[in-house]
């Protein structure tokens, strides 16, 4: 088998009408500006959308899809400017006429090759990630088995919808993922500071119950000093672990977090995309867990990162779905053992559905099941994939 084609397909979506520029039939972009957080003693950052007159890139959907001889197509999404159409140009002229069952030779030919066709670390994921489609359909086995099947379904907690960081808005929300989905864990991603974040989560302990999982992701918001004042309650609280509470640059202290703290650090969600570097924090004890991504690094390095994880005692955790709506990382958390949940992000299955894709995974009593069909598992009605495309490359 001989790889004969790599090539992207544009998909704009649909639009919406609350997005709708009016007169214009076209999307309405939406662009993130950054914005301070109060404080009276330092200068914090968050970030907050703002709409625009002008349809963003990132209101489209990518389908990298890479042909063979044996007519045998691996597929892929990607969202957004992650995949330009320089990057396919060098991956075509690396990669055409290679066997792409051979994934470990070109995984070193790619990783090894990266800094001689400057290019960023990671780079070739989605393109890894076909590969990987590919393996599985010509053995006609769903991924999760071609590695290796761990588990049957995969435990899923909720991301997002913070809201105005009341303790009633998180009351209201959990309870309504909880009906509809059975999800029973949740990460915070609050920004109102140690102090009333430690207010917050002992309410929310009280009146969820000690069997709820929580999870505290403050996106770069602490000080070191506030991330261990906040990591000492979270383990008298029994909260599963302390996500990213500064910037991935300071190694200095998270190593002084970790050491401070039982309850696990879970770091490099900005380095996840560079196998290396993540390895390096894990033997620096700069990190207690590896935060990992099919759609940053490719599968073939996310499960280099799992197994290295594994014999060194950690886990890694997978950030969000990883590409055709949730099927890669769900295939993957059913092979990994060393992981413990799914991101989940309601939004991501009506958007894969918006695209094209018409059987993305979906929780039920609070565990996503892989698909059963080969590859990745992802039906793609094609038709539709046509009509949209704005352009290939």
């Known amino acids: 088998m001989k790889i004969t084609k790599v090539s992207v397909d544009v998909v704009e979506l649909g639009p919406r009408s609350a997005?709708?520029?009016?007169?214009?039939?076209?999307?309405r972009g939406r662009t993130p500006r950054?914005?301070?957080?109060?404080?009276?003693?330092?200068?914090?950052?968050?970030?907050?959308?703002?709409?625009?007159?002008?349809?963003?890139?990132?209101?489209?959907?990518?389908?990298?899809?890479?042909?063979?001889?044996?007519?045998?197509?691996?597929?892929?999404?990607?969202?957004?400017?992650?995949?330009?159409?320089?990057?396919?140009?060098?991956?075509?002229?690396?990669?055409?006429g290679l066997d792409p069952l051979k994934r470990e030779e070109i995984y070193q030919r790619l990783h090894l090759g990266t800094r001689w066709v400057y290019q960023p670390p990671g780079w070739f994921g989605h393109f890894d990630n076909c590969l990987w489609d590919i393996a599985g359909k010509a053995a006609g086995m769903p991924v999760c088995r071609l590695v290796g099947q761990v588990r049957d379904r995969f435990a899923a907690y909720h991301t997002g919808e913070d809201g105005d960081g009341t303790?009633?808005?998180?009351?209201?929300?959990?309870?309504?993922?909880?009906?509809?989905?059975?999800?029973?864990?949740?990460?915070?991603?609050?920004?109102?500071?140690?102090?009333?974040?430690?207010?917050?989560?002992?309410?929310?302990?009280r009146e969820l119950g000690d069997d709820y999982?929580?999870?505290?992701?403050?996106?770069?918001?602490?000080?070191?000093?506030?991330?261990?004042?906040?990591?000492?309650?979270?383990e008298e609280l029994g909260f599963l672990w302390l996500e990213e509470p500064f910037r991935e640059q300071e190694m200095r202290q998270y190593q002084e977090l970790c050491r401070a703290l039982t309850i696990p650090v879970v770091a490099t969600e900005m380095l996840?995309?560079?196998?290396?570097i993540?390895?390096?924090?894990?033997?620096?004890?700069?990190?207690?867990?590896?935060?990992?991504?099919?759609?940053?690094?490719?599968?073939?390095?996310?499960?280099?990162?799992?197994?290295?994880?594994?014999?060194?005692?950690?886990?890694?955790e997978i950030n969000g779905p990883g590409g055709l709506g949730g099927h890669v990382?769900?295939?993957?958390?059913?092979?990994?053992?060393?992981?413990?949940?799914?991101?989940?992000?309601?939004?991501f299955a009506p958007l894969a559905r918006e695209y094209g894709i018409t059987n993305p995974p979906v929780p039920v009593e609070g565990y996503l099941?892989?698909?059963?069909?080969?590859?990745?598992?992802?039906?793609?009605?094609?038709?539709?994939?046509?009509?949209?495309?704005?352009?290939s490359y």
């Open 213 to 234: 999982s929580l999870i505290n992701d403050p996106v770069c918001s602490y000080t070191l000093r506030e991330a261990i004042e906040v990591g000492k309650v979270m």
């Open 272 to 276: 996840m995309h560079d196998m290396t």
């Open 34 to 96: 950054i914005v301070p957080i109060g404080s009276q003693h330092r200068l914090r950052y968050t970030h907050e959308w703002s709409e625009t007159d002008k349809p963003v890139f990132e209101a489209n959907e990518l389908f990298l899809r890479v042909q063979t001889d044996e007519g045998v197509e691996g597929v892929c999404t990607v969202f957004g400017t992650r995949l330009t159409p320089e990057m396919v140009e060098v991956l075509r002229a690396t990669v055409v």
């Open 329 to 347: 990382h769900v295939q993957l958390g059913c092979a990994v053992a060393n992981t413990e949940l799914y991101e989940h992000f309601e939004r």
């Open 278 to 316: 993540c390895a390096q924090w894990l033997l620096a004890g700069a990190t207690d867990s590896i935060r990992v991504s099919a759609a940053r690094s490719g599968t073939t390095a996310l499960l280099k990162m799992a197994h290295f994880a594994e014999l060194y005692g950690a886990n890694v």
């Open 19 to 27: 997005d709708l520029l009016p007169g214009s039939g076209r999307t």
């Open 369 to 391: 099941t892989p698909s059963p069909l080969p590859g990745w598992g992802a039906e793609i009605d094609w038709d539709f994939v046509g009509k949209h495309t704005v352009r």
């Open 167 to 205: 303790a009633e808005h998180y009351l209201h929300m959990i309870e309504g993922v909880r009906e509809k989905f059975g999800i029973t864990a949740y990460k915070f991603h609050n920004y109102e500071g140690a102090r009333a974040n430690i207010a917050l989560f002992r309410r929310l302990r």
